[in-house]
Nanobody, 120 residues
Framework: QVQLVESGGGLVQAGGSLRLSCAAS????????MGWYRQAPGQRELVATI??????NYADSVKGRFTISRDSAKNTVYLQMNSLKPEDTAVYYC???????????????WGQGTQVTVSS
C-alpha cells in the first residue's frame, strides 16, 4: 500500500503565505505525476501538478501566486502559496500517480486533506 501524508495547512490572513507538504511512503516503485487539488463546498478542482520530469501545470486562478515543486528522492511534493485570497479557502488534497512495487501498473493515491482558511 501507499500512504500520502499532508502537512502545512492552517489559518492565514488575506495576502499571506502558506506552504503545504505531502510525503508518499509505502510500496513505491516510482511516482509519475504528483499534484494538489482542492475542494470547497462543491467539486474537487485541480490546483497544480508536476510531472516526474518537473513539468508543471496550474489552474488559471493560482498562476503567478502558487508554486509546485517536488523532491523525488524524498517522494515529496510541495505547494508554496503566496498572496492568498479568501477564495483559496478549501481542503487541499495531495495526489500521486504511483507504480507500486508488486505490479507493473500505476494507481492514483490521495492524501487525507489539509484545511486552508484565508480570512479577509
Amino acid at each position: 500500500q501507499v500512504q500520502l501524508v499532508e502537512s502545512g495547512g492552517g489559518l492565514v490572513q488575506a495576502g499571506g503565505s502558506l506552504r503545504l507538504s505531502c510525503a508518499a511512503s509505502g510500496s513505491i516503485f516510482s511516482i509519475n505525476s504528483m499534484g494538489w487539488y482542492r475542494q470547497a463546498p462543491g467539486q474537487r478542482e485541480l490546483v497544480a501538478t508536476i510531472s516526474s520530469r518537473g513539468s508543471t501545470n496550474y489552474a488559471d486562478s493560482v498562476k503567478g501566486r502558487f508554486t509546485i515543486s517536488r523532491d523525488s528522492a524524498k517522494n515529496t511534493v510541495y505547494l508554496q502559496m503566496n498572496s492568498l485570497k479568501p477564495e483559496d479557502t478549501a481542503v487541499y488534497y495531495c495526489n500521486a500517480i504511483v507504480v507500486v512495487t508488486t505490479t507493473p501498473y500505476k494507481y492514483p493515491y490521495w492524501g487525507q486533506g489539509t484545511q486552508v482558511t484565508v480570512s479577509s
